[in-house]
Nanobody, 122 residues
Framework: QVQLVESGGGAVQPGGSLRLSCAVSGSSSLSISAMDWYRQAAGKERELVAGVTRSGSTKIAESVKGRFAISRDNAKTTVYLQMNSLKAEDTAMYYC???????????????WGQGTLVTVSS
């Protein structure tokens, strides 16, 4: 089954760091063309945190600029979200949303990860 598998979430104290990963699983013909990271805190709407485009350019939300960074591995099978100087307000479920290129089908499909929980608390 083709899916995006997220990992790296957990509990951390304010000021700490975490690195989230979102990896393609289930098919060797797929690569990540573009990907966005979203987060949703309890009682709030989902918000875009960071993204990387097909060309490799990145975008970071103002609320996390200077603290978060997004990157993609050379094989284009995993995207990372490095989160530094974490604050309590970063507590949320984090989701990846990827546009994947299937070289066998010569087409694209969009998938969401299952989410990974980040809790920032002292």
């Amino acid at each position: 089954q083709v899916q995006l598998v997220e990992s790296g979430g957990g509990a951390v104290q304010p000021g700490g760091s975490l690195r989230l990963s979102c990896a393609v699983s289930g098919s060797s013909s797929l690569s990540i063309s573009a990907m966005d990271w979203y987060r949703q805190a309890a009682g709030k709407e989902r918000e875009l945190v960071a993204g990387v485009t097909r060309s490799g350019s990145t975008k970071i939300a103002e609320s996390v600029k200077g603290r978060f960074a997004i990157s993609r591995d050379n094989a284009k099978t995993t995207v990372y979200l490095q989160m530094n100087s974490l604050k309590a307000e970063d507590t949320a479920m984090y989701y990846c949303n990827g546009s994947l290129f299937d070289r066998w089908a010569n087409g694209y499909l969009e998938l969401w990860g299952q989410g990974t929980l980040v809790t920032v608390s002292s």
